[in-house]
């Protein structure tokens, strides 16, 4: 039947036998082996458990709010014109900068009448007063004018060695003559073409020396030596490592300390130099 069945509709069919075996009478369970559900016994509270409560609410401050103090010129609304107008007459007498007096100096005391801060100031008359003025006005000492003395000209070249320098009458020599401002670009390119500036004959027999030719070139830097400098011969300590990773720089520094004591000497005494060798 069952292979009759299947593939075909009759396999959807609901049959009417129990899919589940019947429960045999051995499997009853006892009254008295079934389990008694014990109702739970509830606990007081842990000590802890108020004090939690209570300190993790956030802290609510009282922060009363300060009542504002109004000045007689602050006004909960606008000021009306009559207002404006006996503010304005108070701040023209109130509001403006004190002059405060200036006090007199006390007067210094005197110990005795003898003194002379006893002695009373002089009152002197207007005319008198006057005269004592244009006499302390005078100069005590009237000095001539002063004339400047002839001064060489600031051209003066030393042109022998050990000798006072040369001065040159023509020098410094008068730029020539150049109009403030020209009509056209073209005679201003005709005058620029068209100038000369004179050369005096001395100028023309001047011979210059070799002093003055070294003077003339720029200097070199750095200075070039007279002698080749020799390479600096570094320390066996301060030599830097070669380029490898053989070693570090503290072992490169260990290493040639070694090689120097190394490379010394070494001190025998003289009895076992004679002796010892035999």
Known sequence: MNNEAYGTHLGKIKSSEPSIA??????????????LLKPKIQEPPPSWLAWCDRNSKPVKRARPREIRKLT???????MTIRDWKHFGAWAAFR??????????????????????????????????????????????????KYNTPDRPPAYSPAIFWGRPPHR?????????????CFPTDELEADFWAQLRFPVRPAALLGKITPRIQSLA??????????????????????????????????????HQIRLLYLSKPVFRSDMRFFYCNV
């Open 22 to 35: 019947p429960i045999d009478s051995g499997h009853n369970f006892d009254e008295h082996e079934t389990l």
């Open 95 to 144: 509001a403006r900068p004190k002059n405060p007096k200036l006090q007199r100096p006390a007067k210094p005391f005197c110990a005795a009448k003898y003194l002379p801060c006893a002695l009373k100031k002089r009152q002197l008359e207007e005319d008198e007063l006057r005269e004592r003025m244009l006499l302390l006005a005078k100069p005590r000492k009237i000095t001539e």
């Open 168 to 180: 040159d009458p023509g020098r410094p020599f008068q730029p020539p003559h150049v109009p403030d």
């Open 72 to 78: 007689p010129w602050q006004k909960s609304g606008p």
């Open 217 to 254: 070139k720029p200097r070199v830097y750095p200075p070039t030596p007279h002698c080749p400098v020799p390479e600096k011969v570094l320390h066996p300590l301060d030599v830097p490592p070669p380029p490898r990773r053989k070693f570090t720089n503290r072992g490169w520094r260990m």
